[in-house]
């Protein structure tokens, strides 16, 4: 009984959930095999926690949590070679699902062309306030930052992609 | 500035898990599931998450919360957290959780955080039946009421406070209040944006004779509803916003001159206590040296020791950092 119970809130935790997390991943990594990787461990981690029968609070901020270290993970990972390079390997970025209109795609190549030119950490809080659409005291939970350095990060982030683009 | 956040948003509008891709990570993520099945043991007593933040500087509020921690013990508690209206446990998250939840807030501010938070968990199930499959209209309805009903219910909280004393607190609540509102209107009109273009796909589909019209109706009706929440969460929002606004222009101007007056209260007590304190040490020392220089002399056996332990420490207000 309690089993059905806890795999029923966690397939509805999947379901109203997924398609965000894979956003987040996806404009963090530009790459949407290794964001689709992501999500899938992201809800397998969600999924030891509460098989624990530990108790989330905010289930929307402890994913993002989750989805954060795993793509820090990611980026410590692939330090020594650049993302460029990566992509040069496997021919051009096919991020966007290929069944959508040229107009949403072309929309999607210019977002992650602007966040491609930001630096990790101006990245991960424009995502996360403009795209996930996360509060600012909530995007300093989930990084254990304080808030003040939160809004700078946006704030430059978002200077740094006007300076870029003029 | 805006036009690159619009941008950003533009760009991420269209982006998700195909269905098969969702599929397909779903299929494997149970494929791990039924080989970690739920671990029984670990049930028997709650364990609280790292993401509870709790104020363990009162005494009184610890004893509340380990009642309220003993109250909630138990899988049927944790398993109805996440539950909307027209599940069987749902009953219990608000009557049974949210009660409990709502003991363990005993000051004003508490109290209307906690109003905040019922707002958003309401919010939150009109968001989980959202995206549910095969939702009643009636759960919808019930959900959507309720969010209106407790919406009323934390104004009304947060003007208890403006009426009060607590005009630093109102403008906190106002503001996280406000905050937690954009999130959710966000979140509303992606789902929204998104019934809309399924609806298209499910007209197109309709069209070319390949499902029935009400699969399109449907999403077309769930779009409508949710419409409707968007205005009404908007509206709040906004409001919401107003009032802190409100807030904060008259308590920082009413602040500012309160604060002169509280700070010259404040340094005439400390000068009291200075001298309090200085004449302590003088009468400590003169019992100390006084044998030293007329050893036969009798220690002065007055109360000077009494006035030491005097705790009337001027009062440091402590400061939520939330």
């Not at chain 1, 491609?116 to 101006?122: I, N, T």
């Not at chain 1, 809004?151 to 300076?163: D, F, G, M, T, Y």
């Not at chain 2, 398993?79 to 000051?107: C, M």
């Not at chain 2, 954009?182 to 069209?207: C, F, G, N, P, Q």
Request: proline share 2%; net charge negative.
């Amino acid at each position: 009984m309690k089993i059905n119970v806890v795999e029923q809130e966690f397939t509805k935790t999947y379901d109203q959930f997924a398609d965000a997390i894979f956003r987040h991943c996806i404009f963090r990594v530009s790459d949407r095999e290794k964001a689709k990787d992501i999500t899938q461990v992201a809800f397998v981690r969600l999924w030891d926690y509460m098989s624990q029968g530990k108790e989330i609070d905010n289930m929307r901020a402890f994913l993002y949590r989750i989805t954060n270290n795993l793509i820090i993970d990611e980026y410590r990972k692939k330090k020594e070679v650049s993302l460029d390079l990566m992509r040069d390997e496997e021919g051009f970025d096919i991020g966007f699902e290929p069944r959508h209109d040229i107009e949403s795609r072309d929309e999607y190549e210019r977002a992650q062309a602007l966040l491609e030119q930001l630096p990790d950490k101006y990245r991960e809080a424009i995502v996360m306030r403009h795209i996930d659409g996360l509060s600012v005291k909530e995007i300093a939970r989930i990084t254990h930052e304080t808030e003040n350095v939160v809004s700078v990060r946006i704030h430059r982030a978002i200077e740094k992609l006007k300076s870029l683009r003029s | 500035m805006e036009h690159i956040i619009k941008q950003l948003k533009r760009g991420a509008k269209n982006t998700r898990l195909s269905a098969t891709e969702k599929a397909d990570i779903k299929s494997a993520v149970f494929s791990y599931v039924n080989k970690h099945p739920v671990n029984n043991e670990l049930f028997t007593r709650p364990i609280r998450s790292p993401f509870q933040i709790q104020n363990f500087r009162n005494k009184k509020s610890v004893s509340v919360l380990v009642i309220a921690g003993l109250l909630m013990g138990g899988s049927v508690s944790f398993a109805a957290e996440n539950t909307v209206p027209g599940d069987a446990l749902f009953p219990v998250k608000v009557y049974v959780n949210e009660n409990v939840r709502s003991v363990i807030a005993v000051t004003p501010k508490a109290k209307a955080e906690w109003d905040v938070r019922l707002v958003e968990r309401r919010l939150e199930e009109v968001e989980k039946l959202a995206v549910a499959k095969d939702v009643k209209p009636e759960e919808q309805n019930i959900a959507q009421s309720n969010l209106e009903r407790y919406s009323e219910r934390m104004v009304r909280s947060i003007a208890k406070l403006d009426d009060g004393e607590d005009s630093e607190d109102a403008i906190v609540v106002a503001g996280n209040l406000a905050g937690m509102l954009r999130e959710h209107e966000e979140i509303l009109l992606d789902l929204h944006d998104r019934d809309i273009e399924i609806h298209k796909a499910s007209v197109a589909e309709t069209l070319a004779g390949v499902t029935a019209t009400t699969t399109a109706d449907l999403f077309m009706s769930d779009a409508q509803s949710l419409g409707i929440i968007i205005k009404h969460v908007s509206k709040d929002r906004k409001d919401a916003e107003e009032k802190h606004k409100e807030l904060e222009r008259i308590y920082k101007q009413d602040d500012s001159k309160d604060k002169r007056g509280r700070s010259k209260e404040k340094i005439e007590k400390l000068d009291n206590k200075i001298v309090d304190v200085a004449q302590d040490i003088v009468a400590t020392t003169t019992q100390i040296v006084s044998p030293m220089v007329s050893p036969r002399k009798q220690k002065d056996s007055s109360s000077d020791d009494g006035d030491r332990n005097d705790s009337s420490e001027p009062e440091i207000k402590s400061q939520d950092s939330d």
